[in-house]
């Protein structure tokens, strides 16, 4: 046996355990109202138990992300729980935990342009044999500073006209400014859903999931 495939090997095991995911199939999900039975990813943890995921995989994202799946415990009967169609997810491993990154697209990045942003994580570790999955919201999000939030509150006493891609952009920028501590960002974020005529489709859509985001915010305080 030559010494580089010795190498070769060594590199593919360690890349493995680095990331605490395998191909490996070793179990099925159980019939479930949600997503295919068929095992995608085995995330072993370092505590022996495996953790399975069935569903969809986004075919372009790198690293992988995931949507519309459900993860489950082999060896047990029922389905840890679901994430639906709406929600792009990372998932990643720490020794004994497993780590569910709910991934939304917000202008965080240099000059307030969109970026990828976790949002929030579902974290999933283990009790004796139950898994447990708490929910939190990510408060290291990137903030506004106090240039950046006079700028988005100009943009916003100042824009006119209907509804449009632009404006919608504005009530995301509204959000970060919101959650960055502002006072008249949050009351112009309330005052968004009347200024420019009345939501609908998808900017309701899009609307409301900011306000729900905002809700959880104020609650994970």
Excluded at 29 to 38: I, L, V
Excluded at 90 to 108: A, G, Q, S
Excluded at 127 to 139: C, P
Excluded at 163 to 177: C, G
């Amino acid at each position: 046996m030559g010494i580089n495939f010795i190498i070769i090997t060594l590199a593919i095991v360690t890349s493995i355990n680095t990331y605490g995911q395998t191909k490996n199939k070793q179990c099925d999900c159980p019939k479930n109202d949600f997503a295919g039975t068929k095992a995608d990813t085995t995330f072993d943890l370092s505590n022996g138990k495996k953790i399975v995921l069935c569903g969809y995989r986004n075919p372009d994202s790198k690293p992988t992300s995931f949507s519309e799946f459900v993860l489950f415990v082999c060896g047990q009967t029922k389905i840890i729980s679901f994430w639906d169609a709406t929600e792009t997810c990372y998932l990643k491993t720490k020794r004994d935990t497993l780590f569910v990154e709910n991934i939304v697209n917000l202008p965080t990045g240099k000059n307030r342009t969109f970026k990828e942003t976790v949002w929030a994580k579902d974290i999933i570790f283990f009790e004796g044999s139950m898994a447990i999955k708490i929910y939190t919201v990510n408060k290291k999000i990137p903030r506004y500073n106090q240039i950046e939030i006079a700028k988005t509150l100009k943009e916003y006493e100042t824009s006119i006209g209907d509804l449009s891609d632009k404006k919608m952009e504005l009530a995301n920028r509204l959000f970060v400014a919101t959650i960055s501590g502002d006072k008249k960002a949050r009351k112009y974020f309330r005052e968004f859903s009347t200024k420019f005529g009345e939501l609908d489709g998808a900017f309701s859509e899009e609307y409301s999931d900011l306000s729900a985001m905002l809700g959880q915010w104020d609650q994970k305080k």
